[in-house]
């Protein structure tokens, strides 16, 4: 590869799900990213290194020209927008369901309802659709808490097995999305390093496929 090209990749989960995939394309870091502190890996690609960021950052990274290509939930493209950017490839990876929840058995008492969730913009598009009047709050994390005490009537949250749901006295309500890690591309990157850019979308595309 001839290109200089650099792959954001997203922490946690994701990450874990995508570095058996990225080698099964041909793509490893030199180093073992879970044994090291440092954010940028080189591979065994020349040409092509490896950043390991915050999620909600990628696309900020790939739509600036920092990185040239991503790999991202659906969930924060939907949430942040994804302007200036190619997603020419699910990868079928970290799947979840993004829904809305509340505790179980509950009913809507008033004319509008309190919502907690750090999908703020998903939220308000999802219940102005239903022509419902919801107040959104946002949290960062443990939005299960936000019934128990109080602060919310429902949740809009990513749900993987539920579990986290139940054991709180909560249940899923509506689906909103389906959920799975999505590789971007700068517009522009994609003009000027479009063989590599190409090549590594094609490598993963058949590691995609055959799994």
């Not at 040409?47 to 390991?52: A, D």
């Not at 950017?85 to 699910?90: G, H, K, R, S, V």
């Not at 749901?165 to 003009?191: C, Q, Y």
């Not at 590599?196 to 094609?202: L, M, N, V």
Request: some cysteine.
């Amino acid at each position: 590869m001839t290109d200089k090209i650099t792959l954001a990749l997203t922490k946690g989960r994701i990450l874990k799900e995508t570095l058996p995939l990225l080698a099964r394309a041909g793509i490893e870091p030199i180093e073992d990213i879970a044994k090291s502190r440092k954010l940028v890996f080189d591979t065994t690609v020349p040409g092509l290194r490896l950043l390991v960021i915050r999620g909600t950052d990628v696309p900020t990274y790939v739509r600036h020209g920092a990185a040239d290509i991503g790999v991202v939930g659906k969930d924060i493209l939907l949430e942040h927008g994804a302007e200036g950017l190619y997603e020419p490839l699910d990868l079928g990876i970290a799947r979840c369901r993004l829904m809305t929840a509340g505790p179980v058995g509950w009913r809507p008492s008033g004319a509008r309802i309190r919502v907690a969730t750090k999908f703020v913009n998903i939220a308000r598009e999802h219940f102005s659709r239903q022509g419902v009047h919801a107040d959104v709050i946002k949290l960062y994390g443990a939005m299960e808490l936000a019934p128990i005490m109080d602060l919310a009537d429902l949740i809009v949250d990513i749900v993987d097995t539920g579990n986290t749901l139940r054991a709180n006295g909560m249940e899923p309500m509506d689906e909103i999305a389906d959920v799975s890690s999505r590789l971007i591309v700068n517009k522009a990157a994609m003009r000027s390093s479009f063989k590599g850019i190409e090549r590594i979308i094609d490598d993963l595309a058949a590691a995609v496929e055959a799994t």
